[in-house]
C-alpha cells in the first residue's frame, strides 16, 4: 500500500483521447512513467497504448505512422516508417481491432503528439 502511495503520481491514468475519421476509431491512453538523469539532463518517459477499431464494413490495413513529438523544452521529433511495432495490422469485420503499447522519452515533463 505505501508503494502506491508513494507512486500514486505514476500509477494515475493521465487522459483518454479517441477520435473517429472514416469509421477508425484511435483510442490513446498515456501514462507518465518517470524521470532520470541522463548526460547531466532529465529525461521525461512517457508510456502509451494505442487501440484501433474499424466501426465500417470495408477491410483496412495499416501500411504506415507518422509522428509528431513536440516536448515542451521546444523540441519537435519527426518519426516516420512502416507499421506500427513490426506490424502492419489488417482491420476486418473478423478482427476489427488492434492494440500495441509503445514509450516516448521527451526533454520536458509534458509535450504532445499527433
Same mark, same amino acid.
Request: proline share 5%; glycine share 2%; hydrophobic share 40%.
Given at each position: 500500500?505505501?508503494?502506491?502511495?508513494? %507512486?500514486?503520481?505514476?500509477?494515475?491514468?493521465?487522459? @483518454?483521447?479517441?477520435?473517429?475519421?472514416? %469509421?477508425?476509431?484511435v483510442? @490513446?491512453?498515456?501514462?507518465?512513467?518517470g524521470c532520470r538523469e541522463s548526460q547531466n539532463a532529465n529525461v521525461y518517459w512517457w508510456r502509451y497504448c494505442i487501440r484501433?477499431?474499424?466501426?465500417?464494413?470495408?477491410?483496412v490495413q495499416l501500411r504506415e505512422r507518422h509522428w509528431r513529438i513536440f516536448s515542451l523544452s521546444g523540441t519537435l521529433e519527426t518519426v516516420r516508417g512502416r507499421g506500427v511495432v513490426g506490424q502492419e495490422p489488417v482491420l476486418s469485420s473478423q478482427q476489427p481491432a488492434f492494440q500495441y503499447s509503445s514509450h516516448v522519452s521527451l526533454q520536458a515533463p509534458s509535450g504532445h503528439m499527433w
Open positions: 500500500m505505501a508503494w502506491q502511495e508513494r %507512486n500514486h503520481p505514476w500509477l494515475e491514468l493521465s487522459d @483518454v483521447h479517441k477520435e473517429t475519421t472514416e %469509421n477508425i476509431r483510442t @490513446v491512453i498515456p501514462f507518465y512513467m484501433l477499431e474499424n466501426l465500417g464494413d470495408l477491410t
